[in-house]
């Protein structure tokens, strides 16, 4: 079992960059799963960007380039770094974890692209 909890989120203005966080109860050395998704008001969840233990990464096509996840399994953590944020990046974003056949998502954070 793994709790997480997310961080980071806010008001940016377009064009803008923000850094989410997600912080795990136990050790994430050997969580081979973990990513983002994110889910915008009336659209369903959708994937952002996953990080395997040993650092292998992939991204949803439309993030590329301007979406950066990062791990820190030293300190349990997990990161996005969002550059060049648009509005339609609105949405709450979730990191996940799947140890094994179970998923565990932290409870959101909140992030608003608006001028």
């Not at 953590?77 to 969002?82: D, R, S």
């Given at each position: 079992?793994?709790?997480?909890?997310?961080?980071?989120?806010?008001?940016?203005?377009?064009?803008?960059?923000?850094?989410?966080?997600?912080?795990?109860?136990?050790?994430?050395?050997?969580?081979?799963?973990?990513?983002?998704?994110?889910?915008?008001?009336?659209?369903?969840?959708?994937?952002?960007?996953i990080m395997s233990a040993a650092g292998n990464t992939n991204y949803a096509?439309?993030?590329?380039?301007?979406?950066?996840?990062?791990?820190?399994?030293?300190?349990?953590?997990?990161?996005?770094?969002m550059n060049s944020l648009k509005p339609e990046d609105t949405a709450v974003?979730?990191?996940?974890?799947?140890?094994?056949?179970?998923?565990?998502?932290?409870?959101?954070?909140?992030?608003?692209?608006?001028?």
């Amino acid at each position: 079992q793994v709790q997480l909890v997310e961080s980071g989120g806010g008001l940016v203005q377009p064009g803008g960059s923000l850094r989410l966080s997600c912080a795990a109860s136990r050790s994430i050395y050997s969580i081979n799963n973990m990513g983002w998704y994110r889910q915008a008001p009336g659209k369903q969840r959708e994937l952002v960007a996953i990080m395997s233990a040993a650092g292998n990464t992939n991204y949803a096509d439309s993030l590329k380039g301007r979406f950066a996840i990062s791990r820190d399994n030293a300190k349990n953590m997990m990161y996005l770094q969002m550059n060049s944020l648009k509005p339609e990046d609105t949405a709450v974003y979730y990191c996940y974890a799947r140890p094994s056949v179970q998923v565990y998502w932290g409870q959101g954070t909140q992030v608003t692209v608006s001028s």
